[in-house]
């Protein structure tokens, strides 16, 4: 599809599946060479936006790893609220142990940085950040981003695990607001 309706608002297609995949493959090999000799790291999952870069990830994983799940909140609508909630927790011990976060998009690093600090205060031996898309224009903070699949600039995107209000998750490419359509609702013209 070149274009979807979510809500209120109009996409068009920005990223197609191939370079999405190409990209996650990419980054997978990077983790391979670094970790191919370390002793079973756990992947950390960030919900809900990064379940679809995760089972693509691992697909591409040849190393022993454990996968984990925590979910954080930092969106309303389309813009970051700036505060992070912690909604659900780590279920095992990291104390000692290497942790790859996984998130979706590493935006103003909100959701990194409390999560980061969370693994700190548990004791995890290093912790190393992987996203599927990286905003440098929008990054305010100090922790590096360590495997970034692919970067984009300030665009608002869905798909891919990515969502507008809780919907447009389960598209395969990804999505970018159609300003053309966005400025003809402003002017109240019918689409």
Avoid: W
């Avoid at 002793?39 to 960030?46: A, G, H, K, Q």
């Amino acid at each position: 599809m070149d274009r979807i309706k979510l809500h209120d608002k109009f996409f068009r297609l920005f990223i197609p599946n191939s370079k999405i995949e190409e990209a996650i493959e990419n980054v997978a090999e990077r983790l391979n060479r670094d970790y191919k000799d370390a002793d079973t790291p756990i992947f950390l999952s960030v919900l809900n936006g990064a379940f679809m870069f995760t089972a693509s990830l691992m697909k591409n994983i040849r190393f022993n790893s454990e996968i984990a799940f925590v979910r954080l909140a930092s969106y309303s609508g389309t813009s970051s609220t700036g505060k992070v909630n912690r909604i659900l927790g780590l279920d095992r011990n990291v104390k000692d142990r290497s942790i790859i976060i996984i998130e979706d998009i590493v935006d103003t690093g909100g959701t990194i940085a409390e999560l980061y600090r969370i693994l700190q205060e548990e004791g995890a031996a290093n912790v190393k950040i992987c996203t599927l898309f990286l905003k440098p224009g929008s990054y305010r903070g100090s922790i590096p981003i360590d495997y970034a699949a692919m970067e984009i600039g300030n665009e608002f995107i869905v798909g891919y695990g990515l969502d507008y209000d809780q919907i447009g998750r389960q598209y395969k490419d990804i999505y970018i607001i159609d300003q053309a359509d966005d400025c003809n609702t402003a002017a109240g013209r019918s689409l």
